[in-house]
C-alpha cells in the first residue's frame, strides 16, 4: 500500500518503518509534530530524523511547525485544569488530522503512526484518532502494536548514536518528565539510605557479638590463668611447711640430753 507514516522521531521510526517495509508498504514520512517545544528541540528532532531517512532512503515530508495553533487546540486543555488523557488525545488528533489530510490530497492509501512504538504513549486514545482520522479522509488506518519492538528501537538508535530526546514532546511532557525523574531519584535516595541503615545496624549488631564473645573468651582465659596459678600456689604451699617440720621438730636424742 502507498503508505504515509506520521513520525515522531527518528528513534521511534526505526522499527515501524522496517517492519512496515518488510509488509512490502510503500513509506513516506510525514513529520507533524507542533506539538514539540521548544523550537530548538523541534529541529534537533526533525533534524536526526532527516539524517536517517535520507541514508535509508525514505522521503519525508516536513509540515508547517506552529506550536501556537498546538497550544490553541491540544495546550489549552492543561490550562483548564483537563486531564492529560485529553490533553493527549487532542494532540494525536491534530497531528494525525494534519497527516490524513496530506495523505487523502497525495494519492496515498492509508495511514499509520510511529507513536504506537513507545510504550510512554496513551496507546488505545491514539488508535481511536487513527481511526478517527482516517474515517473521515477514506484512508486505511495501518495499526499494529510495535511496542514490543522498543527495546530493539532503543538499541538500534544508540547504536547509531541518533539524538534521543527524554520527555514526549510538549512543554508540559517535558515538566511531568523532570518531575519523574526527581520522584525516581529520591526514591532511589530513600531506598539507598535505608540500605545503609540497615547494614549498618547488621554490621553494628555484628561487631558487639564478636566484642561480646571475644571478652568471654579472655575471661574465661583469665580464669583458666587465675586457676592454674592457684593449683600452682597451693601445691607449693603444702609443699613448704612439710619441710619447715621436719627441721624445727628437735628428736628425741636431744631432748633426752
Ligand atoms: S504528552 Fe505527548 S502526546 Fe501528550 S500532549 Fe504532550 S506531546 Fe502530545
Request: some cysteine; aromatic content about 8%.
Amino acid at each position: 500500500m502507498k503508505l504515509l507514516l506520521h513520525a515522531c522521531c527518528g528513534p521511534c521510526s526505526l522499527e515501524p518503518v522496517r517492519l512496515l517495509l518488510e509488509e512490502g508498504h510503500d513509506i513516506t514520512i510525514a513529520f507533524a509534530n507542533s506539538n514539540i517545544q521548544p523550537s530548538e528541540e523541534y529541529d534537533h528532532r526533525l533534524q536526526t530524523l532527516l539524517t536517517w531517512a535520507n541514508e535509508e532512503g525514505i522521503p519525508v515530508v516536513d509540515f508547517p511547525y506552529d506550536p501556537a495553533a498546538w497550544h490553541e487546540f491540544a495546550g489549552v486543555i492543561q490550562l483548564t485544569g483537563g486531564p492529560r488523557t485529553e490533553r493527549c488525545r487532542r494532540c494525536y488528533h491534530m497531528r494525525l488530522e494534519e497527516a490524513a489530510a496530506y495523505a487523502a490530497t497525495h494519492g496515498f492509501e492509508a495511514l499509520s503512526t510511529t507513536l504506537a512504538v513507545s510504550p510512554y504513549q496513551l496507546f488505545d486514545i491514539c488508535h481511536e484518532e487513527l481511526v478517527d482520522v482516517c474515517d473521515r479522509w477514506n484512508l486505511t488506518p495501518i495499526w499494529q502494536d510495535f511496542r514490543p519492538y522498543y527495546p530493539e528501537a532503543t538499541r538500534r538508535s544508540r547504536e547509531a548514536g541518533m539524538y534521543r530526546q527524554n520527555y514526549c514532546g510538549c512543554a508540559y511532557s517535558k515538566a511531568e518528565a523532570d518531575a519523574e525523574r526527581a520522584a525516581r531519584k529520591a526514591q532511589r535516595a530513600r531506598q539507598n539510605a535505608e540500605r545503609e541503615a540497615a547494614e549498618a545496624h547488621e554490621r553494628a549488631e555484628r561487631n558487639a557479638k564478636r566484642a561480646a564473645y571475644d571478652a568471654k573468651q579472655r575471661a574465661k582465659k583469665a580464669a583458666r590463668n587465675a586457676a592454674r596459678a592457684a593449683a600452682k600456689a597451693e601445691a607449693a604451699a603444702q609443699a613448704q611447711p612439710e619441710h619447715a617440720t621436719m627441721q624445727h621438730i628437735p628428736s628425741e636424742e636431744s631432748e633426752e640430753a
